[in-house]
């Protein structure tokens, strides 16, 4: 199963971009990245998720490298409530087309006024 | 609508209990998981169901019963736990298999405390 590698802790000031990046060079070609965050004791949030190419939804955009070895995460105007640990997970593959999602310790990231 | 629900959203229960944590979902979803998570750690699979038949168990200590009694419902018996079995306990549907880009959505969790 793909690893991933991400940074323990990142700051970023209220308004601007947060750019979270994560690593995970063992990644095989039909494996999707998957991004999650979760905000203190809740559960997690899908935000977003990607093959090749790189994607944008109303939460967030995803930058994949064209070797797909490393991704990184863009909320484009981070606020108070962007404030949690964000997850970027390669999913593991539990039967011939079903999928776990396998979380690695993720980033935790605090939006500051 | 990507909600799904979880009851209760605390439970304490002494080691000789017997409960039941019960999580459901009305999107047509037809795989369904439990998660574990203990503090300040990252969710760990415990099971998943897929068409209401338990495909993955991770070894999971028998004291923790999984059932899915249809396709919206998945409930977690508890009988005889430890106080290290306290966590906060997720649950999480998808389509299931089949789907390329399965996409798994949580419910907020039952916050169990083992006395």
């Known amino acids: 199963d793909a690893k991933t590698t991400q940074p323990p802790s990142m700051d970023c000031a209220e308004g601007r971009a947060a750019n979270l990046p994560c690593n995970h060079s063992?990644?095989?070609?039909?494996?999707?990245v998957y991004w999650y965050r979760q905000i203190h004791s809740q559960g997690p949030q899908y935000i977003i998720h990607g093959l090749k190419n790189n994607e944008t939804n109303e939460m967030a955009s995803l930058i994949i490298t064209e070797d797909r070895k490393s991704s990184t995460l863009i909320l484009p105007h981070a606020t108070l409530r962007d404030t949690a640990v964000y997850y970027c997970i390669v999913r593991a593959r539990y039967s011939n087309s079903g999928y776990a999602l396998n979380f690695g310790k993720g980033t935790s990231l605090l939006v500051t006024p | 609508d990507t909600e799904v629900t979880q009851t209760p959203k605390h439970l304490v229960m002494g080691m000789t209990n017997k409960k039941s944590l019960k999580c459901e979902q009305h999107?047509?979803?037809?795989?369904m998981y439990w998660y574990k998570q203990k503090a300040k750690k990252p969710p760990e699979l415990m099971f998943v169901y897929s068409y209401e038949k338990l495909s993955i168990n991770e070894s999971v200590p028998s004291r923790f019963s999984p059932e899915c009694p249809n396709s919206s419902l998945l409930n977690l018996h508890l009988h005889a736990l430890q106080p290290e079995d306290s966590a906060l306990y997720l649950c999480?549907?998808?389509?299931?298999?089949?789907?390329?880009?399965?996409?798994?959505?949580f419910g907020p969790g039952t916050r169990l405390t083992v006395l």
């Open positions: 063992t990644i095989s070609g039909n494996e999707y």
């Open positions: 999107m047509g979803h037809r795989a």
């Open positions: 999480a549907s998808s389509q299931g298999e089949g789907v390329i880009a399965d996409t798994q959505y």
